[in-house]
């Protein structure tokens, strides 16, 4: 199974990335998680979040929001 090629990114960067794109989401401003480390999956990823907090009615559009960037950003070796 291939897949496309994603940006390496620091811890830092992704957190980054993902706090800045949930807070331009009025629903998902309150929004906290952290970034977790994790093996490498089939699908190419290497790192996930969890929410800490989150409104039930933002989750949905979190969880869009994180799934994005997921697709876009992997862990750097340096991380």
């Known amino acids: 199974m291939m897949f496309s090629e994603k940006t390496p990114a620091s811890l830092d960067e992704i957190r980054l990335r993902v706090a800045r794109a949930l807070n331009r989401n009025p629903m ?21 979040i969890t929410i800490q907090s989150v409104a039930p009615d933002a989750l949905w559009e979190a969880s869009e929001i994180v ?13």
Request: charged content about 30%; proline content about 3%.
């Open 28 to 48: 998902c401003r309150d929004v906290r998680f952290e970034i977790v480390a994790t093996p490498r999956t089939r699908k190419g990823g290497n790192w996930t």
């Open 67 to 79: 799934s994005d960037i997921q697709e876009a950003y992997e862990l750097s070796a340096a991380a």
